[in-house]
Nanobody
Framework: VQLQASGGGLVQAGGSLRLSCAAS??????MGWFRQAPGKQREFAAR???????DYAGSVRGRFTISRDNAKNILYLQMNSLRPEDTALYYC??????????WGQGTQVTVSS
């Protein structure tokens, strides 16, 4: 399984970005995003199940929206009201629930104050 993340960039606080993650497979239990800020551990941000159920970390709930285009096998993360603390390398992942988890290469999001 290959995952190609894109859409990161530099944005001012309060702005928006939309991340995309193109997947080579449509077979999954859930897909989602983790993020890793400089000097910190990777942390969960959001996920979506194959039935469309969504789940968010408390720090992004209400500001970020995860979705998926099933026809194109593309995962999205719409990020609104961005804050400097959202600055991180964002990784998409695909989990098949069998112990197999696949990761994209990461896309950098930088939010200036």
């Amino acid at each position: 399984v290959q995952l190609q993340a894109s859409g990161g960039g530099l944005v001012q606080a309060g702005g928006s970005l939309r991340l995309s993650c193109a997947a080579s497979s449509s077979m999954f239990n859930f897909m989602g995003w983790f993020r890793q800020a400089p000097g910190k551990q990777r942390e969960f941000a959001a996920r979506i199940t194959n039935s469309g159920y969504t789940d968010y970390a408390g720090s992004v709930r209400g500001r970020f929206t995860i979705s998926r285009d099933n026809a194109k096998n593309i995962l999205y993360l719409q990020m609104n009201s961005l804050r400097p603390e959202d600055t991180a390398l964002y990784y998409c992942f695909l989990d098949r629930g069998t112990g197999a988890r696949y990761w994209g290469q990461g896309t950098q999001v930088t939010v200036s104050s």
